[in-house]
């Protein structure tokens, strides 16, 4: 509101000055309520490009390489069953569709050979001979056995000698996981792989079991869950001292619902962090819950770790990159991903600021594309060549353009985004090991939150931490090539046994080739 006094001077000089000051503040109150309502603007483009578009970022680029999708993990959770699909403005035609050639059954399945003979009145030949063999004609049908259960029972044979009657021997009772509790280590293995593999709730993993007549609560269940989590969790250490030898870790976190927390309202937030890295060939994936996304969390999960962390702008990472030998990455996936919601509310039919920042971004993904194959030392020297000076031509247009924006709208965001993080985007020339953005770490949280999606919450601070647990032992399975149930039964199989560092070495996923149970 302008404030304009009751009673006006006499003095001209003074009304022109009086009259200038209501002027200022009227144009100052109209450049805020247009700045106010670009921003509405943009924040209602968004919400309709959110509830009505396509979940994913697709270059409008045809010359630029066909990047990957960079949406968060719950983007990518609620987009997983949408089809790519090009955006169209005029009819097009589409082309026939080629036929792809059906990829054969895996060879290590069992075969079971059923044989096919001609009729006996069509082995006779019109000539009156007997027809004979002279080759045959195979096609394969894949056949699938539904869960098969069965009882086993342990019986220890007792031994006494009649003749001096001493005391009576009775053969050793099997080692157990779980002890006086009836799962087998292959019922543990399949209540592991349905919840943290296929996303099963434990609610319908009982219903699957009472079709079978078996009737075990998911109270129990969720007991067995826990439990395995914490006999496992000499194999998470070592896969954590892994990790911290890694020359690159990436990280991310992503909230948790949690009923039971002492102190806290059922409704609060905590938090499930992800860390993936670990030497070649020896990838790990280790997940943890907390109540706090403080920095207090990382510098407790990456205490002693020297190298690279690739990471967003999240503040709370701040205090372990300030450690010396830490060096800290930044994402260029956020900040495409920041210019592509600019683009999103410009002026339709025009070329905007943020497709010229899109443009050069988008040339960065092309060349790590055609280095995907090369070595760390061609990769770095592609980088010197080609990306080096496209990021100066970025770099230059970011100067100019930054003073030119409002911080308020949706491209002075994605400027500032990219100018505030510039050093750590930049850093990931310096070497050709170095990764150019945290999609690593993205691919890794998915599981999670597509899983998160079917049993909601936790109910217990216990049945989050599990859940970190055997996430982590599942995932860093399946990225080193290992199917998680033939991998579970074999680990649950021997670790009643392993009683030694060797041992539980022996049981991680890189040094154990399990056989998948028939």
Known sequence: MISVPETLPDDPAALKQLLAEVLSSAQELAKDKDGQIERLREQNALLIQRLFGRKSE???????????MFNEAESLAEAAAEAPAAEVEEEVVAPTKRRGKRKPLPAELPRVEVIHELPEHELTCECGCRKQ???EETSEQLE???MQVQVIRHIRKTYACKACESAPVTADKPAQLIEKSLASPSVLAMLLTSKYADGIPLYRFEKMLSRHGIDIPRQTLARWVIQCGELLQPLLNLMRDRLLDSPVIHCDETRVQVLKEPGRDPSSHSWMWVQTGGPPGKPVILFDYTTS???EVPLRLLDGYRGYLMTDDYAGYNAVAAQQGVERL????HARRKFVEAQKVQPKGKTGRADIALGMINKLYGIERELKDASDEQRY???QQHSLPLLDQLKTWLEKTQPQVTA???LGKAVNYLASNWSRLERYIEAGHLPIDNNAAERAIRPFVIGRKNWLLSDTPKGATASAQ????VETAKTNGQEPYAWLRHVLERLPLANSVEAYEALLPWNCQPTTPL
């Open 144 to 146: 699938i056995i539904p």
């Open 133 to 135: 063999a002279i080759g």
């Open 381 to 383: 020297r592609g980088r």
């Open 330 to 333: 930044a994402c260029w996936a």
């Open 470 to 473: 055997l996430y982590s032992l």
């Open 408 to 410: 308020q709208n949706a």
């Open 293 to 295: 996304r403080a920095q």
């Open 58 to 68: 697709q270059s409008s680029d045809p010359d630029s390489p066909q990047l990957e």
